[in-house]
């Protein structure tokens, strides 16, 4: 015998890649242990995430799978940029009148 749930049309967390999301969680871990938690949440302009995960991707297409410093995949690190870049965006496309990150690019290593 089987219960009912009525879960039709709700989103689908079930169907993430545990693996890949642990890879991401590791990042967030480094990262937090070498600036702090959330340090992303402060840290401006919001376009050196755009670079460092166009660095963090390049190195990884170059044929570097892990990054040097943290010893953790190169595209976990640039799913976090990601993730951090599309979380600022959702939260600045709420406000009136929606805010847009600058274009500064900062400067150093993924």
């Known amino acids: 015998m089987s219960g009912k749930k009525f879960d ?3 989103i689908r967390y079930d169907l993430l890649p545990v693996d890949a999301l642990r890879e991401v ?3 967030l871990t480094f990262g937090a242990a070498k600036y702090g938690d959330n340090n992303w949440k402060i840290t401006k ?4 995430y755009t670079a460092a995960a ?8 170059g044929g570097e799978m892990l990054d040097k410093e943290s010893g953790i995949h190169h595209l976990a ?3 976090c940029c990601d993730l951090f870049l599309l979380q600022i965006d959702m939260e ?5 009148p929606p805010v847009y990150f600058s274009n500064e690019v900062g ?3 993924a």
């Open 77 to 79: 690190h640039r799913i």
């Open 92 to 96: 600045n496309l709420f406000v009136d």
């Open 107 to 109: 400067d150093g290593d």
């Open 8 to 10: 039709e049309g709700k």
């Open 25 to 27: 969680a590791r990042v």
């Open 54 to 61: 166009f660095r963090h991707g390049e190195a990884y297409r």
């Open 45 to 48: 302009p919001e376009s050196r």
